[in-house]
């Protein structure tokens, strides 16, 4: 029912084909802050792009191509992360568009978003929880990511925010809400303070997650005011996605101190992906320093079945055997839960031979945590060595 109401974020957008190139949300992005850099240091197209990496004409055109629909956005600080001569950095194939992303398998909308949808910007999938779009941009559109139908069309979450909170006030039932987007990062943080503030006065809700990939990505555009709206309404709980050790930097590290001396209880996610981090020793080296930096290691997950991302896929199998071995030489504290997110909204459930129901060629039956059974296409293609070093 709630699917011919057209709630869902995807309807309040520009079709494909009037991709932005800068942010028209009357929310507006981060301005300059004190302390700050440049207000928007984004390279988001295939022209300023070649000016930091070599990019032959094909790839060019490549690229130019796969905007059309997937168009992309770079950090000017995470594009200096990248070794530039490593066509296989990890790095780099987080950021840049690749011709793969012209593969048709997959879906645009993988966790039938659409359907949990009960305002453009409120979703909900389980009884005691609740999904806040309180952003529309991210600092950089990952490669991988399960929401690419949104990314880069102009659309504006705050006109949605009041019947969401009208909802969330009537409904004694939702004890958690997670603040997602895009990146909640992304809005001033005196909008920030006002979601939080709003929220802060139901009192059911016991528990607010704050999702974002701001502090790996581009660490420099976090400022004093965001950590103040944090110490006000401590305590939050902040979800970073991070998926690779070179991601940990000195910026990153320093942020994470910060977002602990407000008082925000700190764990991470990460998406297992191929030729990225689909090895024991770089996530055993990923979730060893996010420990000793006070960052709790939550989901391993593997890769949403997103149209134009599945050359990321890793086997399942694969990602067994690599827990398994972590298993052997990471501390407890150093383990997240490995899981999937079934497509067609079935839910996450965790990876492990109990959920495992049967195989049939590529496909692979898995029950969701209530008895319900979901397919998961299980043909990631053989991945190669990075050569890193960390095996050694």
Not at 64 to 79: A, G, K, N, V
Not at 149 to 163: Q, S
Not at 184 to 207: A, E, G, N, W
Request: glycine share 6%; with cysteine; proline share 6%.
């Amino acid at each position: 029912a709630m699917a011919k109401k057209n709630l869902s974020a995807q309807n309040t957008m520009r079709h494909a084909g009037q991709r932005t190139e800068e942010p028209i949300s009357s929310l507006k992005i981060l301005n300059n802050e004190e302390g700050s850099s440049p207000a928007l240091p984004f390279v988001y197209s295939t022209e300023v792009l070649s000016k930091f990496i070599s990019l032959d004409p094909d790839q060019q055109n490549a690229i130019i191509q796969i905007c059309r629909t997937h168009p992309f956005r770079i950090p000017q600080f995470y594009l200096k992360l990248i070794e530039t001569n490593n066509p296989f950095c990890p790095i780099r194939q987080q950021a840049i568009p690749s011709a793969e992303e012209l593969q048709d398998e997959g879906s645009d909308d993988p966790l039938n978003e659409r359907d949990i949808s009960i305002t453009p910007v409120l979703m909900r999938r389980y009884p005691g929880r609740a999904v806040f779009l309180i952003s529309s941009e991210c600092a950089m559109y990952c490669r991988f990511c399960n929401r690419k139908r949104m990314v880069g069309r102009g659309w504006d979450p705050g006109e949605y925010f009041e019947e969401s909170f009208r909802y969330l006030s009537g409904d004694a039932t939702i004890r958690e809400i997670i603040l997602s987007g895009g990146d909640p990062f992304m809005i001033p943080p005196d909008l920030l303070d006002k979601v939080l503030s709003r929220l802060r006065t139901m009192r059911h809700i016991k528990t607010i997650r704050i999702s974002t990939r701001l502090p790996v990505v581009d660490p420099e555009r976090m400022t004093e005011k965001h950590f103040r709206v944090l110490k006000k309404h401590e305590p939050l709980w902040v979800v970073i996605h991070i998926n690779h050790p070179q991601e940990i930097t000195p910026e990153f590290l320093e942020n994470v101190k910060r977002f602990r001396s407000a008082g925000s209880a700190m764990v991470s996610q990460t998406v297992l992906l191929r030729n990225i981090n689909d090895c024991e020793n770089i996530l055993l080296k990923l979730f060893e320093t996010l420990v000793s930096a006070g960052v709790k290691p939550y989901y391993l997950f593997q890769l949403d079945e997103v149209r134009g991302g599945q050359h990321f896929k890793v086997r399942l199998e694969k990602g067994v055997r690599i827990m398994k071995a972590l298993r052997a030489k990471a501390s407890g504290l150093a383990m997240p839960q490995y899981a999937v997110d079934l497509t067609g909204g079935l839910g996450k459930v965790p990876v492990d031979y109990a959920y495992l129901k049967g195989r049939k060629g590529k496909k692979a039956y898995i029950e969701n945590l209530s008895g319900v059974t979901g397919i998961y296409m299980d043909d990631g293609e053989k991945s190669r060595c990075k050569k890193c070093g960390l095996c050694k």
